[in-house]
């Protein structure tokens, strides 16, 4: 009985990012012991079927709680509630618009998709057709990557062109048809980004079905296909998180937490720029999954 | 010899409904073998019975002296049991061919259906019950007529040992009945034993050998059909005596016209039909299967569109596009089809009974009044005799007959000024039909300008102040009511075709 | 002799309405069940807050399959149901808070554009004849274009008119019984659950919803204006959907216009379990609410006991097939 | 004179029959206008590469749409088609991957799993009496949480079987005809049409599913197993999902064992748009086919225009709302 409990409640739960987060929450809950469950709907525009997740957990009586918000606003009474009942919430992956979180761990996906705009830019010679392949049209990762490349491109490479922005769910199948229209539409095209994993492994699949060896790819996140795209060549490089650190950081800041301990507000589990030349690098390897 | 089938001490209940009480029948080698009952008296039900499709509270089974048990209807089958079903259940999707030889088909290797054989099968079955059909026409585009005759040739591609016909002639016209009855008269011969239930009596003399008459699903007495006149077993199914009555043709010299049909039209189904209903009056329609009769009444009721023709209500020409339009004007329309046009089965009697006047009893708010409703259905279950545990029954529970009533209900509920019935004692027994026959002279007593279409020449003579007789879509003459008129008289419109008009054509 | 199955659903279908006060009270079996066992299992189930979170967790999908029920009940199909309810939440979001307007016009705004919607499927589908299932899934993808398209692809906030959420989240009859916060949300579910019990038992409406759904051509040749009544339908399922989107919009704050897709599958899925058939002529609100709570009894017990989530999802089927299963077991067995 | 009234049957009725291949023909209108359009209104959309990459698109949902109409057609339906598909797949990559097994084996696997899941779903409507909706509900569950327990919740990858790709996006015809690459993804879905509509026409099987849709319980008393051969056709459906299961993993070189479901949507809307009713009883394979090409002509040509996703969705509803008014015309008219 008396494990301390954290239920992490996140934005998604079948993605293979999202597994990757779990890898983490679980080591950390092995290494302290500690309970750690963790849920998340099928896709990021279920807003209130997270809400009925988080009642759920409020109703099993944690000692805290990790939150991914897929909009910080509606979980906003449920949050209260939990500060009324003196349960600690951790966000984490993106993070929350209050302050009543004790903590982040988190990405700047608006940084970090900038990044991946100035290395297209630098791939493509800083001028032509750009596409980019979204993995959501409405969620806040979804937003803050399109936002983030395009804006980085508007300012600082004028040369560029986006012809195209479209919206594949993540589904890497969708993803894939997505891309082969694109390039039919834009034969000149010079690179594509892709925002999440499906996105980036559909936007390889595509270009692989089109016939096309000039398509500069930049990708986000990791998983073994992605991986394989970069060492093979058919992907430039991507954009990785550390979802195994976010993970693992959301259940020591959640124990820290529920014990009384003061945390660190901002956990800053960082983002990198990965490719052919350091993705065995240590530092590197450590952050991507499989 | 033993028997083909006994059945005895037959026990079936339905819910609120003792259905069999008792009950017995025997059947023998090469006879046909009448079951007569009112609406409701349990022959359907025991005959679901015989064929495996219920299973008997008690009561034993017998086929060929040996007690069985079936379990269901292919069980049935395998004791070579077949039946023609009084409701019909055809696959209306299917061509008449894959529906007569359903479960029966020619195959050849890995299951592979030999078309062409099917259809020469079931060409060739049709071809001996003399019926000009493709067997690769859709069912579901055919008459109900012709859809009880590929029933029937179902059930014949059986070579059942056993043949139970419920009803087989509720729809057929005259011809189809005598080519039916060929085919009865051969498979006798051969020594098949046939169960028939009718409730046209005319028949019993034709074909039966024996007559069993049931009663609230008591088994009453089985006789002779030759030594019987007609009217002692009609007093047996009904519990008294039937007078036989004739139509009494009031003067309408006087009285307005209600309905006024002028030049109507509908591609080749309706050519140029023009007549006048008076208030009061009784306008038979007869003419042969197919004549044209139900389009002309689906014509007038905005069922169906027409191509061209005016109609007159009290004398004011109305413009009819769909049957709402027709109920305002004060037309009701009794569809012959019960099952697919009259009734919502799956709903009660009520609400059937209620489904053309809801708006009589709703108010302002749109509230139902049931209990209203409930007093009208049952003030109706009680003048039509409709034979049902209450008011909230399931329609699809009655029996066959006993639906017909509740369509009947329906409209007269609704008071419409000119009444179509289209084939009103379909499917309803002798002591009903009598009953729905002075229901009719008295709602035209009232007033009311009523069509009758009946396929039943005795029926049409029996009811009709004036017979409109149709052909092949055209109207083919108009001949007075009363005993003046004959049978040969009415056949003889009824079979003038138009040669002039079907070479312009 | 066992009874065959002709006679065992004719038996029971007179069983059904000599006994239907015994009937309805067993129609909750399934859910007893289900209660029974999560309690057993867990003691953070049966406490009043979790019951209020499952209420709360039901009041959205439970109105949707209301109004799913009404059409089903005609025979027909609503697919749009999810996606109408976001755009009417839109709407409600764009007079609200783009337009700034007072309350009630938000409020009209969203039931105006459900019966709106409904009554543009209703035409379709009674006019033109567009088989239902192509006509509301074409309204389906519209109106979730619609949605993404008014609110600029973005969540529309509520933040000017403070009161919105308590449309939702609010507890009336918690400021009455302070024992009892029961959340307006559910109040409102139950509400319209009655309104559309009544509508459907006892008005001209739901006596044609019943018979379109049982013999469309035998209610048109009753001089009955079939189209009209069925546009009317689906206009008033519209309505409810309108509500449901006020609910989902209140409790979240927010018209998150990406959201809706695949909430239409939860609705069916509500009607069918409920034990309404597809096919028309027969259904029960009552039923509906019911089938509505099993699913979120399910997948909130299976959440409190911490099952693995690719696990819920396994359990969450075969329980829906063992619980539908079991109901008609009793029923035929009755 | 073309009508012959002795049959008893329509002059349209008549027509219908005399003139089926015409018919058929006809059939194509709403998708040639689409191509007509889209080719008038970007240069890039018709080019072999693009007509190549429609049809290709079109592969997975159009075998899965083959599965959904020999089901509908019995008057039933499978929602599990989707995840059935991800389920094989996963199967197939337990078999080739984490056994090392040949690849024939794992093209079985695949298939064995399909039909063994249809059988299951078949089982519990034709035997159990579950509600066909309920019933393959439930198993969309079921497979889902199977699929993501059995891979680990994470994809498959096919890298010890280099020639499983070829399955889909190999051309057999290219190498033959190099003018005509057209991925063996394309043949199989055609191949599998032609099995498909072979076996509704021309064998027991393909006769009892319609026989079943059009009124079951008349096949029932006329003494055929109705049961069995209902599973058979589920069984059959299961195994066209393996097909499909096959196909999207050898095009994706793993097994992705979160997708499929919303798969089922499309299927579905691909054999109605085709003129399949839902109420059974009637549908053809090529009607199937030309609703699955309808659907991605429709979403490709709206990419190739760069049409914002959001009017993408607007117009794709509009687009099947009026395709399948304009069909519903043309064959009144006729
Ligand atoms: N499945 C059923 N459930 C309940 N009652 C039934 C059922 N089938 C028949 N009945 C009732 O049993 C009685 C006998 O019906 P049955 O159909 O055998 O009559 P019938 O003699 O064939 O009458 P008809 O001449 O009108 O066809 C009727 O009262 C009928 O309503
Ligand atoms: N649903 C239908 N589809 C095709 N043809 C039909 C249909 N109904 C009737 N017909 C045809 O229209 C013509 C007129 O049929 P109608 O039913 O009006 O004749 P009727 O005189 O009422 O005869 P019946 O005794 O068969 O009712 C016939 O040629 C018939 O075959
Ligand atoms: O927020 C998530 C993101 O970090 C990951 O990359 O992909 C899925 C998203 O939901
Ligand atoms: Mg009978
Ligand atoms: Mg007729």
Redo the contacts between chains.
């Keep these: 009985q008396d494990k301390m409990y954290i ?1 992490l409640i996140s934005k998604g ?4 990012f999202w ?1 990757a987060v779990k890898a983490g929450a679980d080591k950390a809950a092995k290494e302290f012991d500690v ?1 750690v ?4 709907p ?2 990021e ?4 079927k997270q ?3 988080l ?7 944690p000692a805290a709680i990790g939150f991914a918000a897929l ?1 910080s ?2 979980a ?2 449920l949050l209260r509630k939990a500060q009324e009942q003196n349960i600690p919430i951790i966000a984490f992956d993106s993070g929350v618009d209050s302050d009543i979180p004790m903590a982040t761990a988190a990405t700047d996906n608006i940084a970090a998709a900038a990044l991946a705009a100035d290395k297209m830019a630098d791939l493509i010679g800083d001028e032509g057709k750009v596409a980019l392949v979204v993995h ?4 806040r990762t979804g ?1 803050d990557r399109r936002d983030g490349f395009v804006n980085r491109i508007k300012e600082a490479h004028p040369k560029i062109e986006i ?2 922005i ?2 594949g769910a993540g ?3 969708q993803s ?3 891309t ?3 390039l ?2 834009n ?1 000149d095209l010079k690179g594509i980004f892709g925002s999440n994993e499906g996105s980036a ?1 559909g936007v390889v ?1 595509g270009v692989k ?3 096309r060896k000039d398509v500069v790819i930049i990708g986000y996140d990791s ?3 992605q991986k394989q795209a970069i060492k093979d060549g058919l992907m430039a490089g991507a954009i990785t998180q550390n979802p195994v650190g976010i993970g693992y950081e959301t259940v020591k800041a959640a124990i820290a937490a529920a014990k009384g301990e003061t945390v660190e507000k901002n956990i800053d589990t960082g983002f990198y720029y990965y490719d052919k030349s350091n993705i065995d690098d240590p530092k590197i390897a450590a952050v991507l999954y ?1 | 010899m033993t028997e083909l089938v006994r059945m005895t001490g037959i026990e079936k209940r339905f819910p609120g409904v003792h259905a069999l009480k008792q009950a017995q029948f025997d059947l023998k080698r090469g006879e046909v073998h009448a079951l007569m009952g009112e609406n409701g008296a349990g022959k359907s039900t025991l005959m679901k019975i015989l064929s495996g499709i219920y299973r008997p509270d008690d009561g034993t089974v017998e086929i060929d002296g040996q007690p069985i048990e079936l379990s269901g209807p292919k069980a049935a089958q395998a004791h070579g049991i077949g039946i023609i079903h009084q409701e019909l259940s055809l696959m209306n999707d299917l061509t008449v061919g894959q529906n007569i030889l359903i479960g029966k088909e020619p195959r050849r290797s890995f299951g592979r259906l030999d078309e062409r054989e099917l259809n020469r099968q079931a060409g060739e079955l049709l071809g001996s019950m003399h019926m000009k059909l493709d067997p690769k026409t859709i069912v579901a585009e055919l008459t109900i007529a012709r859809q009880q005759m590929i029933e029937i040739a179902k059930a014949l591609s059986n070579r059942s040992r056993i043949l139970i016909m419920d009803e087989p002639t509720a729809a057929l016209t005259d011809a189809e009945v005598s080519e039916l009855f060929a085919i009865i008269g051969r498979l006798k011969s051969e020594g098949v034993g046939i169960i028939y239930i009718s409730h046209k009596m005319d028949e019993l003399k034709r074909i039966a050998d024996r007559v069993t008459v049931m009663r609230d699903g008591e088994y009453v007495v089985t006789v002779e059909a030759a030594d019987t006149p007609v009217s002692t077993i009609i007093s047996m199914m009904v519990g008294r005596a039937l007078k036989e009555e004739t139509v009494t043709i009031p003067d309408l010299d006087t009285a307005e016209t209600a309905l006024s049909v002028r030049g109507l039209n509908r591609g080749r189904v309706i050519r140029d039909v023009s007549f006048e209903v008076r208030h009061g009056e009784i306008l038979g329609f007869a003419g042969l299967m197919g004549a044209g009769r139900t389009e002309v009444a689906r014509a007038i009721f905005g069922a169906d569109p027409k191509d061209s023709g005016e109609v007159f209500v009290h004398g004011k020409p109305v413009s009819i596009g769909t049957p709402k339009d027709a109920v305002r004007a004060g037309i009701g329309y009794l569809s012959e089809d019960r099952k697919h046009f009259g009734l919502a089965l799956g709903m009660d009697v009520r609400a059937n009974i209620a489904m053309a006047s809801l708006g009589q009893f709703t108010d302002m708010a749109g509230r139902l009044d049931e209990k209203a409703m409930q007093a009208t259905a049952n003030d109706y279950i009680e003048r039509l005799a409709i034979r049902t545990p209450d008011d909230r029954q399931e329609v699809q529970l009655l029996s066959g007959g006993n639906q017909q009533k509740v369509v009947i209900a329906k409209w007269l509920l609704r008071d419409c000024d000119i009444l179509i019935f289209d084939e009103p004692t379909r499917g309803i027994d002798v002591g009903a039909k009598g009953e729905i026959y002075r229901l009719l002279a008295a709602l035209a007593a009232d007033g009311k300008a009523i069509i009758v279409i009946s396929s039943e020449l005795p029926e049409i003579l029996r009811v009709s102040h004036r017979i409109a007789v149709m052909c092949e879509g055209r109207l083919t003459g108009i001949l007075p009511g009363g005993a003046g008129t004959t049978q040969e008289e009415i056949m003889h419109l009824a079979t003038l075709r138009d040669a002039m008009t079907e070479e312009h054509a | 002799m066992t009874a065959t199955p002709a006679n065992g659903t004719s038996s029971a279908a007179a069983w059904l309405k000599a006994s239907q006060a015994h009937q309805k009270l067993l129609a909750f079996a399934s859910l007893v069940v289900l209660i029974i066992v999560f309690s057993l299992a867990s003691p ?2 049966m ?1 009043m ?2 019951m209020i ?1 499952i209420l ?2 039901t009041s ?1 999908n439970g109105v949707l399959a209301i109004a799913a029920t009404l059409v089903i009940i005609t025979g027909g199909i609503d697919l749009s149901v999810g996606t109408l309810m976001t755009f009417c939440a839109v709407m409600a979001g764009v007079v609200l808070t783009y337009l700034g307007m007072p309350l009630p016009l938000g409020i009209a705004a969203a039931l105006l554009t459900g019966a709106l919607s409904g009554t543009i499927s209703g035409t379709l589908i009674a006019k033109m004849k567009i088989p239902p299932f192509i006509a509301t899934l074409g309204m389906m993808l519209i109106l979730k274009g619609l949605s ?1 398209v008014i609110s600029g ?3 529309i ?1 509520f933040n000017d008119t403070p009161s919105f ?1 308590v449309i939702s ?1 609010g507890s009336l009859i918690g400021s009455v019984f302070p024992s009892l916060p029961i959340p307006n949300g559910v109040l409102i579910l139950f509400l319209v659950a009655a309104a559309a019990a009544y509508i459907l038992g006892r008005t001209v409406l739901g006596r044609y919803c019943f018979a379109l759904g049982s013999n469309e051509e035998a209610v048109r040749l009753s001089g009955v204006n079939t189209d009209a009544w069925k546009i009317g339908i689906y206009a008033l399922a519209g309505a409810i959907c309108g509500i449901a989107g006020l609910l ?1 919009a209140s ?4 018209a ?7 909430y239409e599958l939860d609705a069916i899925a509500a009607v069918v379990i409920g034990g309404t058939s597809l096919s028309g002529g027969r259904g029960t609100v009552l039923g509906t609410i019911i089938g509505a709570l099993i699913m ?1 009894v399910l ?2 017990g299976l ?2 006991l ?1 099952v693995a ?1 690719e696990w819920q999802t396994v359990l969450t089927g075969s329980i829906i097939i063992i619980a539908v299963y079991a109901d008609m077991m009793r029923r035929r067995r009755a």
């Design positions: 239920p739960f079948q993605h293979q597994q309970e469950t963790f849920e998340g099928d896709n525009t279920m807003v209130d809400i009925d997740m009642s759920a957990a409020l109703a099993k009586k909009d606003q509606a906003i009474p959501d049209q409405t969620s937003i012809v195209s479209q919206y589904d890497q199948l894939t048809e997505i082969k229209s694109i039919q539409a034969p492994i699949n079905e089109s016939g998983g073994a296909a499989d | 953070n189930f406490q807050s979790n979170a709360q967790a959205v993404l692809t973005k969540p906030y959420p989240t989902i409790r979240l704050n927010s998150q216009p990406a959201l809706g897709q695949g979120s997948l909130n959440r409190i911490s989530q």
